[in-house]
T-cell receptor
Framework: DQQVKQNSPSLSVQEGRISILNCDYT??????FLWYKKYPAEGPTFLIS?????DKNEDGRFTVFLNKSAKHLSLHIVPSQPGDSAVYFC?????????????FGKGTRLSVIA | ETGVTQTPRHLVMGMTNKKSLKCEQH?????MYWYKQSAKKPLELMFV???????ENNSVPSRFSPECPNSSHLFLHLHTLQPEDSALYLC???????????FGPGTRLTVT
């Protein structure tokens, strides 16, 4: 049973427009959420995170929104650039030790078209 | 440069071979992880080490054997693998009290 779901396997966006990547989760114990970006033949790179005490976190062109009641989070990239083309993974963790493993979604492949 | 390195980057091995994957982190972290990424599947956690002690083993077959000699190095020893074990194996590290894990580039393993 997948606890973290990314229902869109792929997304295409025009350069300069907004990219919105979505993620749903089922475990109400999750209290920390992360987005990773992965290029081919490379490991995932940490992008941005959000704690459940917040509903928004912004870092440059990247903003993550958290809707706890809907168990939904989204990553907004604006403006989108061709270099943003990659697979984006949503991940979540529940409170435990500092080494709580992350639960990952299957990823969404973003293509930004010039 | 992620601070987490993995060798080799690519490995082809037969089902009767024994090989090892190596991971090294230069970030001063005290926890390290092995993940498996198969096509069209989420990242699967295999092993977690904290302060060089294994704290989690997600029911991984015994043909995968981890070793963590110190907080900077992590190995995954492989023997008598199956073709379905072909995947990208990722190493990650993190620091206590933080949630972000930092990944290496991975080893692309093909079992023939």
């Amino acid at each position: 049973d997948q606890q973290v779901k990314q229902n869109s396997p792929s997304l295409s966006v025009q350069e300069g427009r907004i990219s919105i990547l979505n993620c749903d989760y089922t475990n109400s114990m999750f209290d920390y959420f992360l987005w990773y970006k992965k290029y081919p033949a490379e490991g995932p790179t940490f992008l941005i995170s959000i704690s459940s005490i917040k509903d928004k976190n912004e870092d440059g062109r990247f903003t993550v929104f958290l809707n706890k009641s809907a168990k939904h989070l989204s990553l907004h990239i604006v403006p989108s650039q061709p270099g943003d083309s990659a697979v984006y993974f949503c991940a979540a963790s529940a409170p435990n030790s500092g080494n709580t493993p992350l639960v990952f979604g299957k990823g969404t492949r973003l293509s930004v078209i010039a | 440069e992620t601070g987490v390195t993995q060798t080799p980057r690519h490995l082809v091995m037969g089902m009767t071979n024994k090989k090892s994957l190596k991971c090294e982190q230069h970030l001063g972290h005290n926890a390290m992880y092995w993940y498996k990424q198969s096509a069209k599947k989420p990242l699967e956690l295999m092993f977690v080490y904290s302060l060089e002690e294994r704290v989690e083993n997600n029911s991984v077959p015994s043909r995968f054997s981890p070793e963590c000699p110190n907080s900077s190095h992590l190995f995954l020893h492989l023997h008598t693998l199956q073709p379905e074990d072909s995947a990208l194996y990722l190493c990650a590290s993190s620091q206590d009290q933080t949630r972000e894990q930092y990944f290496g580039p991975g080893t692309r393993l093909t079992v023939t």
